[in-house]
């Protein structure tokens, strides 16, 4: 009973202090030199929570920064946010560090931190250039970069004008065996887009799709690596970069027809952050113009275009917001994901985080 109590007296202790505000900058009006310098004044290191599911899968922001910041010691810790989110909650209740920032793909648990007065207030330099949609009004977190899932297929194997690129395109029998996708109950984000595909079309468009036979795994990122390396020929649960990358024949279409799935993905500082100031470096740097310009998919700024011709994420059949709604709603979320597990089965196999990614899965 003495140890329930002191762990209960603990862990309040340990809220009391988390919640406790740091120095807070609500508009951000220095340079990003000058926020370099505070950073370096501070002990010039970072720590971030970030989603992912494959090593690596974060470069193009790390390096960015790294090259620009070089005397940031940036510390990037990436798992699947669905366990990033209970890990800070745990840090927060029993009183251990917590990241400096907290980038995830579930947005849901930014609405739920703020509630608890979890996160500080900080409007980044560059905050009245997001879309309003994508950022909290009250500066407690706000999206950083636009992510599509859609079709993804590599022209060695099938030409663009035979890939596949609206649902009812996949029942086709000349793919049958061909097409990877991610377990939609091992990600809410793919499980998001069956949502649509059931509410568009049925049931019977999901029993189809199980009947074509496509193989199933855990994580976004092997459908994508697997494609690339001309193991299958499509997927449309997995994400590429608008602008081909040199040497590829992986390529990313839009649907025709059909609704797809963009996320913005999101992050906030949370009270108790070791190093504030290279946090507010963090976010400053990565909605600027600098970065946003050659983000692989689609930017939150108000002033930059997609790449490769793709312009406004708003002039295409999408919306972050939806998927931001859908998430909240976590009765529904998980109602829906038991249904589809007992239709395909439970989700098998390794953590995406620890698979083998150089050979063909089967």
Same mark, same amino acid.
Do not use: C
């Given at each position: 009973?003495? &140890?329930?109590?002191? #762990?209960?007296?603990?862990?309040?202790?340990?809220?009391? !202090?988390?919640?406790?505000?740091?120095? *807070?900058?609500?508009?951000?009006?220095?340079?990003?030199?000058?926020?370099?310098?505070?950073?370096?004044?501070?002990?010039?290191?970072?720590?971030?929570?970030?989603?992912?599911?494959?090593?690596?899968?974060?470069? %193009?922001?790390?390096?960015?920064?790294?090259?620009?910041?070089?005397? +940031?010691?940036?510390?990037?810790?990436?798992?699947?946010?669905?366990?990033?989110?209970?890990?800070?909650?745990?840090?927060?209740?029993?009183?251990?560090?917590?990241?400096?920032?907290?980038?995830? %793909?579930?947005?849901?648990?930014?609405?739920?931190?703020?509630?608890?007065?979890?996160?500080?207030?900080?409007?980044?330099?560059?905050?009245?250039?997001?879309?309003?949609?994508?950022?909290?009004?009250?500066?407690?977190?706000?999206?950083?970069?636009?992510?599509?899932?859609?079709?993804?297929? #590599?022209?060695?194997?099938?030409?663009?004008?035979?890939?596949?690129?609206?649902?009812?395109?996949?029942?086709?029998?000349?793919?049958?065996?061909?097409?990877?996708?991610?377990?939609?109950?091992?990600?809410?984000?793919?499980?998001?887009?069956?949502?649509?595909? %059931?509410?568009?079309?049925?049931?019977?468009?999901?029993?189809?799709?199980?009947?074509?036979?496509?193989?199933?795994?855990?994580?976004? *990122?092997? $459908?994508?690596?697997?494609?690339?390396?001309?193991?299958?020929?499509?997927?449309?649960?997995?994400?590429?970069?608008?602008?081909?990358? $040199?040497?590829?024949?992986?390529?990313?279409? !839009?649907?025709?027809?059909?609704?797809?799935?963009?996320?913005?993905?999101?992050?906030?500082? $949370? &009270?108790?952050?070791?190093?504030?100031?290279?946090?507010?470096?963090?976010?400053?740097?990565?909605?600027?113009?600098?970065? %946003?310009?050659?983000?692989?998919?689609?930017?939150?700024?108000?002033?930059?275009?997609?790449?490769?011709?793709?312009?406004? +994420?708003?002039?295409?059949?999408?919306? $972050?917001?939806?998927?931001? #709604?859908?998430?909240?709603?976590?009765? &529904?979320?998980?109602?829906?994901?038991?249904?589809?597990?007992?239709? +395909?089965?439970?989700?098998?196999?390794?953590?995406?985080?620890?698979?083998?990614?150089?050979?063909?899965?089967?």
């Amino acid at each position: 009973m003495k &140890k329930i109590i002191k #762990n209960t007296f603990i862990g309040a202790l340990a809220l009391t !202090l988390i919640s406790t505000p740091s120095f *807070a900058v609500e508009f951000e009006t220095r340079s990003l030199d000058e926020l370099y310098e505070a950073a370096i004044e501070e002990g010039g290191k970072l720590v971030i929570w970030s989603g992912g599911d494959k090593p690596g899968q974060r470069d %193009q922001i790390l390096i960015a920064f790294r090259e620009r910041f070089p005397k +940031i010691d940036l510390q990037d810790h990436m798992d699947l946010s669905k366990y990033h989110n209970g890990r800070f909650d745990l840090a927060v209740e029993t009183g251990r560090p917590v990241p400096d920032v907290i980038e995830l %793909q579930t947005l849901h648990d930014f609405d739920f931190w703020k509630e608890k007065r979890l996160l500080v207030q900080y409007r980044p330099l560059g905050w009245d250039k997001v879309y309003p949609a994508y950022k909290d009004p009250d500066g407690y977190w706000m999206g950083l970069y636009g992510v599509s899932f859609s079709n993804v297929f #590599n022209k060695s194997m099938i030409p663009e004008d035979e890939a596949p690129r609206d649902a009812m395109d996949y029942l086709n029998p000349a793919l049958k065996g061909k097409i990877i996708l991610t377990y939609p109950h091992d990600d809410d984000a793919v499980l998001y887009q069956f949502w649509h595909l %059931q509410k568009k079309y049925g049931w019977e468009y999901i029993e189809k799709l199980i009947a074509n036979e496509p193989l199933w795994v855990r994580g976004t *990122a092997m $459908p994508y690596v697997a494609v690339d390396n001309g193991w299958y020929p499509v997927s449309f649960t997995t994400s590429w970069a608008f602008v081909p990358y $040199p040497n590829s024949d992986t390529r990313f279409i !839009l649907p025709k027809d059909d609704f797809f799935l963009t996320w913005t993905q999101s992050a906030a500082i $949370p &009270k108790g952050a070791a190093h504030p100031e290279s946090a507010r470096l963090y976010l400053s740097f990565v909605i600027s113009k600098e970065f %946003q310009s050659v983000w692989y998919q689609w930017p939150v700024r108000t002033d930059v275009t997609a790449r490769g011709g793709y312009g406004s +994420i708003h002039d295409h059949h999408t919306s $972050p917001v939806d998927f931001h #709604n859908f998430m909240r709603d976590r009765g &529904k979320v998980e109602r829906f994901k038991i249904q589809i597990e007992e239709l +395909i089965g439970p989700a098998t196999g390794i953590s995406p985080m620890v698979m083998n990614y150089t050979v063909k899965p089967k």
